[in-house]
Nanobody, 123 residues
Framework: QVQLVESGGGLVQAGGSLRLSCAAS????????MGWFRQAPGKEREFVAA????????YYADSVKGRFTVSRDNAKNTMYLQMNSLKPEDTAVYYC????????????????WGQGTQVTVSS
């Protein structure tokens, strides 16, 4: 299994930006399609964005399309999520996931999970 560690979360005002990182170790990073999910208090974990093995294709939830950008650097074993024009409803714990399929939009598709990083957007 690949081990994943997220970073970059924090508190930001509405309209602001954050960049999350997901560092991978333990297995060949480029063998995995990757994704971001989030879970708000009292809600189920939901899909946010996915990227294929090479980074040539991306896929987004409608709620973040046009505001969030997922990317990866296979040489650095790292995936990123650039979040712009943040809204209070984006407040959640953000998780990265490694998968064998693309796009991995269901929780059951994930092979490995990170521990999560908190993103809080104030109004």
């Amino acid at each position: 299994q690949v081990q994943l560690v997220e970073s970059g979360g924090g508190l930001v005002q509405a309209g602001g930006s954050l960049r999350l990182s997901c560092a991978a170790s333990g297995r060949t990073f480029s063998n995995y399609a990757m994704g971001w999910f989030r879970q708000a208090p009292g809600k189920e974990r939901e899909f946010v964005a996915a990227i294929n093995w090479s980074g040539s294709s991306t896929y987004y939830a409608d709620s973040v399309k046009g505001r969030f950008t997922v990317s990866r650097d296979n040489a650095k074993n790292t995936m990123y999520l650039q979040m712009n024009s943040l809204k209070p409803e984006d407040t959640a714990v953000y998780y990265c996931a490694a998968a064998r399929k693309y796009p991995a939009t269901n929780i059951a598709d994930a092979r490995s999970w990170g521990q999560g990083t908190q993103v809080t957007v104030s109004s």
